[in-house]
């Protein structure tokens, strides 16, 4: 079994669709939990990270992490076609395992006009 | 221009020949690292480094070393290539040991091995 999971879509919705995003894990040590997006031929970029549960925003998007549950979610409100990318989930668990990284599979996710 | 640069970008090679692959970066960063990206299985992490001379292993380190002898440059080495090693590696840096600094990702490297 993977440490991480996410469905790997694809996922297609209409602009203006409100998107969800998920990962669960594995292991009870991960502390920091992050959402990147990837862009066709590019490399990753980071769009949130949360620590420990709870929830955060940034504009139209939203990140919760039930640690209870071992699930993470990202939320993207009104979405865009410009939010059609590959979201990744990426979690570490901080202590002496600072800086080693497990990402999901990643989610590629299509918003048509 | 504050950026992580690779080279090459693209690469096709044959089964045990030893290559290199570059990584540098212009941001003083402490924190390096290295991942493949393969369909299906997302981005791994081959090794990572918090700082010169300091490197770690990541969830897939198996026929690759690496090294951290200046800050800015963190070269991924494969000695002896094979097939399974075909795939798109990301080199990242971060400011410091918390990830959720952003880490600055590389252009890719797209290395096919015959």
């Known amino acids: 079994q993977k440490e991480v999971e996410q469905d790997p879509g694809p996922l297609s919705v209409p602009e203006g669709a409100i998107v969800s995003l998920n990962c669960t894990y594995s292991n009870s040590a991960f502390q920091y939990f992050m959402w990147y997006r990837q862009y066709s031929r590019k490399g990753p970029e980071l769009l949130m990270y949360?620590?420990?549960?709870g929830n955060k925003e940034d504009g139209r998007f939203t990140a919760q992490v039930d640690k209870s549950s071992k699930y993470i979610s990202l939320f993207i409100r009104d979405s865009q076609p410009s939010d059609s990318a590959t979201y990744l989930c990426a979690m570490e668990a901080g202590g002496t395992s600072y800086g080693k990284l497990t990402f999901g599979q990643g989610t590629i996710l299509t918003v048509h006009p | 221009e504050a950026q992580v640069t690779q080279n090459p970008r693209y690469l096709i090679t044959v089964t045990g020949k030893k290559l290199t692959v570059t990584c540098s970066q212009n941001m003083n960063h402490e924190y390096m690292s290295w991942y493949r990206q393969d369909p299906g299985l997302g981005l791994r992490q081959i090794y990572y480094?918090?700082?010169?001379?300091?490197?770690d292993k990541g969830d897939v380190p198996e026929g690759y070393k690496v090294s951290r002898k200046e800050k800015r440059n963190f070269p991924l080495i494969l000695e002896s290539p094979s097939p399974n090693q075909t795939s798109l590696y990301f080199c990242?840096?971060?400011?410091?040991?918390?990830?959720?600094?952003?880490?600055?990702f590389g252009p890719g490297t797209r290395l096919t091995v015959l």
């Open positions: 949360t620590y420990s549960s």
């Open positions: 480094s918090m700082n010169v001379e300091v490197t």
């Open positions: 990242a840096s971060s400011p410091g040991r918390e990830l959720y600094n952003e880490q600055f």
